[in-house]
C-alpha cells in the first residue's frame, strides 16, 4: 500500500537532547512538509521540501533541522534549541490524489514528549 | 492566500446531517476549497474539495455558494466514527507550494448517539 509512515508514533526524550523524527514515503511525490501541532490547535508548517536536496522554513523553523538527501524520506531533528518541543509532530506529502487534483497525504503522527 | 472561519464546535445528532458552514470572503477566483478531517491523534484526512459547482462523493457533499465566499460541508448521515475535527482549507490548484495550505483550527464535530 502506497503512503506515508511515520516512526515511532510516542517518543520521550530528556530535555537538551535532540531527537530525529522519521517520515518515508512511497507516493512518489515531489514535496513534503513537517507540521506541529499542539492541544487544540490547528497545525503549523515548520519546514517543507519541494524537491531532493532543497528545503525551506516555514512559519516555526527555529530550534527544527531537516534533510533531503532522498526524495522517499524526509526527517526532522528537534533540536536542544527549541524550547517548547512537546507536541504532535505530523509529516505530509502533496501529490496527485485520486481525483486528479492534488491533495496533501498525512502520516499518522510521531508524539513527542520532552521531561 | 484565502484565509478561512469556521465555528469552533458543534455537536450533530447520530444518523442526522451534519452541516458544517465555512467562510472564505477573501478567496480569489482560482483557488479551490478543501475540506480535511482529523480524528483525535492521527493524521488529517482529504474529504472532498471543490471549485464553484457543488460536488458530492462517498464521503460528504460540498455546497459552495455562487459568491464563492462560504462553503457548507455535509456528512449526510452523521455517525458516531465521524467525530472529529474538521477543517476548511482555500488553495491554489495543481500548487505543492506549502504556503498554499493553511489549517486554521477547523471545527470540532462531536457525533451524539
Known amino acids: 500500500d502506497g503512503g506515508i509512515t511515520q516512526s515511532p508514533k510516542y517518543l520521550f526524550r530528556k530535555e537538551g537532547q535532540n531527537v530525529t523524527l522519521s517520515c518515508e514515503q512511497n507516493?512518489?511525490?515531489?514535496?513534503m512538509y513537517w507540521y506541529r501541532q499542539d492541544p487544540g490547535q490547528g497545525l503549523r508548517l515548520i519546514y517543507y521540501?519541494?524537491?531532493?536536496?532543497?528545503?525551506q522554513k516555514g512559519d516555526i523553523a527555529e530550534g527544527y533541522s531537516v534533510s533531503r538527501e532522498k526524495k522517499e524520506s524526509f526527517p526532522l531533528t528537534v533540536t536542544s534549541a527549541q524550547k517548547n518541543p512537546t507536541a504532535f509532530y505530523l509529516c505530509?506529502?502533496?501529490?496527485?490524489?485520486?481525483?486528479?487534483?492534488?491533495?496533501?497525504?498525512f502520516g499518522p503522527g510521531t508524539r513527542l514528549t520532552v521531561t | 492566500d484565502a484565509k478561512t472561519t469556521q465555528p469552533t464546535s458543534m455537536d450533530c445528532a447520530e444518523g442526522r446531517a451534519a452541516n458544517l458552514p465555512c467562510n472564505h470572503s477573501?478567496?480569489?477566483?482560482?483557488?479551490?476549497v478543501y475540506w480535511y478531517r482529523q480524528i483525535h491523534s492521527q493524521g488529517p484526512q482529504y474529504i472532498i474539495h471543490?471549485?464553484?459547482n457543488n460536488e458530492t462523493n462517498e464521503m460528504a457533499s460540498l455546497i459552495i455558494t455562487e459568491d464563492r465566499k462560504s462553503s457548507t460541508l455535509i456528512l449526510p448521515h452523521a455517525t458516531l466514527r465521524d467525530t472529529a475535527v474538521y477543517y476548511c482549507?482555500?488553495?491554489?490548484?495543481?500548487?505543492?507550494?506549502?504556503?498554499?495550505?493553511?489549517f486554521g483550527t477547523g471545527t470540532r464535530l462531536t457525533v451524539i448517539p
Open positions: 505530509a506529502s502533496t501529490g496527485l490524489g485520486q481525483t486528479g487534483s492534488y491533495e496533501q497525504y
Open positions: 507516493l512518489n511525490h515531489d514535496a
Open positions: 521540501s519541494q524537491i531532493v536536496n532543497d528545503f
Open positions: 477573501t478567496i480569489s477566483g482560482n483557488e479551490y
Open positions: 471543490g471549485l464553484k
Open positions: 482549507i482555500v488553495r491554489g490548484y495543481g500548487q505543492t507550494g506549502a504556503n498554499n495550505l493553511f
